[in-house]
């Protein structure tokens, strides 16, 4: 019997694409159907390879100028790979793959959409239009799902949100101790931590952070420290911040620091301070650490925490302030990672969320 195939295909490798390979490739683990992801730029790797959990990986390696305009070589290069077996569903994510898969083929397709404002060209909402008949799409969250809807007079079962999602034993193996943790990020091993992890970018806001820390901090237990894990081209700004306001000597901007979601132990609180985060997957790595967390009100954290108390609007300096007091006050309170992970952000509970969609059941039935 001849083997039928699922093709994912995927812009890129980079950042946290090749997990989120891994995280549709396996939803097909233990079903009849192979999954083929094909990378479109990004040069080869036995690593990334081994972590897509998939039963074939090719990586097109176009460099990303030859993949702008009509994309005619990588539209052949799919059309060939394509014909070459048996495909049922092509996956794809973003835009660029989506609209080379849909031009290469008479497939069906999903589209899966990572951030907001996909569908803000007229030149994408015509595309998309154009084959409706066969393309569904999926939003990483329901703030990513609704802004697609809102641009796009289609059917909701045809504009659904599938989440992001972790292994979440894998996760919770791979975490350090506190203790390790600590030691690896260059932090006191008695100090209560405040941590961030993310790019310092004006997106990740991580300027409303340091203010509220400050105004927070006479209030805070003796010895507290905000901890921000990342790079980029706000830390001198951010350090500028921190020594106007007072608390340099409490701010530790740690750069980027590889494998971080390990940890994340070394943590007592977890502030995820972003502009608008389409999903926020450190929010899932948080809560496989089981840590109290703080979110803005906007985009996808809300749905992940799922706990208003957890939430503050966005630049509010004095709301922010005023639950890290609280959260530090009491820090038995968590927000039930574990349990809320597997219940809705796990690789079981998006496999069937997956296999229950109207635009999955009428291709795969």
């Known amino acids: 019997m001849t083997d039928r195939w699922v093709i994912q295909f995927c812009h890129c490798h980079y950042g946290p694409f090749a997990d989120v390979a891994r995280q549709y ?10 999954v083929l992801t ?22 097109l390696d176009f460099p990303s100028r030859a993949v702008a305009g009509l994309k ?30 849909c031009l290469a083929t008479r497939l069906p ?8 404002g996909d ?7 015509w595309f998309a239009n154009l084959f409706r008949h066969r393309l569904a799409l999926l939003g990483v969250s329901d703030a990513v799902r609704d802004d697609i809807r809102g641009r796009l007079d289609w059917p909701p079962d045809r504009i659904e949100t599938l989440h992001n999602r972790i292994d979440v034993n894998a996760a919770h ?56 894990a990342g790079s980029g081209p ?37 502030v995820l301070s972003s502009d608008h985060e389409p999903f926020g997957m450190v929010l899932l790595e948080a809560m496989a650490a089981d840590l109290p967390i703080l979110a803005t009100d906007c985009g996808g954290a809300p749905e992940v925490l799922g706990d208003a108390d957890r939430l503050f609007p966005l630049r509010d300096t004095d709301a922010l302030a005023a639950r890290m007091i609280a959260s530090l006050a009491a820090p038995a309170t968590s927000c039930d990672g574990q349990h ?17 969609l109207a635009m999955t059941q009428a291709v795969l039935a």
């Open 25 to 34: 490739a396996v939803l097909f683990r233990d079903t009849p159907y192979k």
């Open 38 to 59: 094909i990378y479109l730029t990004g040069q080869a790797n036995e690593a990334v390879a081994a972590q897509s959990a998939s039963d074939e990986v090719i990586f």
């Open 72 to 101: 005619l070589t990588a539209i052949r290069s799919f059309r060939r790979i394509a014909a070459s077996r048996d495909v049922a569903l092509v996956i794809a994510h973003r835009t660029k793959p989506i609209q080379i898969a």
């Open 109 to 116: 397709v999903i589209g899966v959409h990572h951030a907001f």
């Open 119 to 125: 569908y803000r060209r007229a030149s994408r909402r």
């Open 173 to 228: 193996q791979a975490l350090a101790s506190r203790s390790e943790a600590r030691d690896a990020l260059g932090l006191p091993a008695d100090a209560p931590v405040i941590g961030n992890v993310g790019r310092l970018h004006a997106d990740k806001d991580q300027a409303t952070l340091i203010a509220a820390f400050a105004r927070a901090l006479p209030k805070l237990p003796e010895g507290t420290l905000l901890a921000i």
């Open 234 to 270: 706000l830390e001198n700004q951010l350090r500028r911040q921190a020594a106007a306001l007072g608390v340099a000597n409490r701010v530790r901007l740690l750069g980027q620091v590889p494998g971080v979601a390990r940890l994340f132990r070394a943590f007592d609180l977890f």
């Open 340 to 356: 809320r992970l597997r219940e809705h952000f796990s690789d079981e509970a998006a496999r069937r969320r997956f296999f229950a």
